[in-house]
């Protein structure tokens, strides 16, 4: 079992930043991938970021490249999404998730199902 509680989320104005964060617990942080996700009022909820065991490989999906970095302290059962130049569109409520199962390899990361832990999320708001 994994417990993923993620914080840092708000309000800030378009070209701004926020850091949010996903604290883990249960099982041997170092020994798994982690994810973002986000969903927005109305839509499904999609990927955004992931980042190996080992924090040596990333993967982003296009529309946060170069705006979003995804990092992890295996020290400190935490990862991290930096969120720069913030926009409109980017406003949803923010998951982190764990990838404990092997079934994907290093593949897959944009799909949910793929993830097989969730924390309860974060709202994030951009304003224009």
């Known amino acids: 079992q994994v417990q993923l509680v993620e914080s840092g989320g708000g309000l800030v104005q378009a070209g701004g930043s926020l850091r949010l964060s996903c604290a883990a617990s249960?099982?041997?942080?170092?020994?798994?991938?982690m994810g973002w996700f986000r969903q927005a009022p109305g839509k499904e909820r999609e990927f955004v970021a992931a980042?190996?065991?080992?924090?040596?490989?990333?993967y982003y999906v296009d529309s946060v490249k170069g705006r979003f970095t995804i990092s992890r302290d295996n020290a400190k059962n935490t990862v991290y999404l930096q969120m720069n130049n913030l926009k409109p569109e980017d406003t949803a409520v923010y998951y982190c998730?764990?990838?404990?199962?092997?079934?994907?390899?290093?593949?897959?990361?944009?799909?949910?199902?793929?993830?097989?832990?969730w924390g309860q999320g974060t709202q994030v708001t951009v304003s224009s």
């Open positions: 998730a764990a990838r404990t199962s092997r079934k994907y390899g290093s593949s897959g990361y944009e799909k949910r199902e793929s993830f097989d832990y």
């Open positions: 980042i190996s065991w080992s924090g040596g490989y990333t």
């Open positions: 249960g099982r041997t942080f170092s020994s798994y991938a």
